[in-house]
């Protein structure tokens, strides 16, 4: 198996996005991107043999970052779907989020982790290689308690299997 690491252009604040390519000894290609820890492109052979990208991703780290609402291979936030009223509570406490679907929250507010750079590290696991990114999210981060650290790998296999792990940490 191999990894290789490539640009994918500039972010808003200058810096640099990669994309990171795993491709398995049957040539299968796994793409994912440090920027919000998008899953960008699946290459795999067809019924006939032909290799073919089976993921709608875009072609480059800057349109997720100017899309993001499109969702495409996103991680968006602290939740997903909506919270009603865009207001929760725990232990007590009432903790309100912005209103960002008529009345509720929707994917955790404006701020979406797709839109964030993510810090990326090439693994070896259990399931294969891939690349792990990790994102802190401070207390308050889209409104809600806690610092969190959150960590998505992305792995294949030589049987063409990919594996998609989701950590999260949260210290309240």
């Keep these: 198996m191999a990894i290789t690491i490539e640009s994918f252009g500039r972010a808003a604040n200058g810096k640099e996005i ?3 390519s795993i491709t398995n000894q049957n040539g299968a290609v ?3 991107t440090d920027m919000g820890a998008v899953w960008v492109s699946m290459i795999v052979p067809d019924k006939n043999g032909n290799m073919e990208d089976v993921v709608l991703g875009y072609k480059s780290g800057k349109e997720y970052e100017k899309n993001k609402w499109s969702g495409m291979g996103a991680i968006i936030g602290r939740n997903a779907n909506r919270i009603g009223s865009h207001r929760f509570t725990l232990n007590g406490k009432e903790y309100i ?3 960002n679907a008529r009345g509720d929250n929707l994917h955790s507010g404006p701020d979406l982790y797709i839109s964030r750079l993510w810090e990326a590290e090439p693994v070896v696991t259990e399931l294969g290689e891939g690349i792990e990114f990790s994102l802190f999210s ?4 889209q409104g809600f308690p806690g610092n969190a650290i959150i960590h ?3 792995s294949l296999d030589d049987c063409g299997g990919l594996h998609i792990v989701y950590d999260a940490v949260s210290d309240q």
């Design 30 to 32: 796994l793409k994912v």
């Design 138 to 141: 401070p207390h308050m981060d």
């Design 18 to 20: 990669n994309l990171y």
């Design 152 to 154: 998505v790998t992305y």
């Design 97 to 99: 989020l912005a209103d």
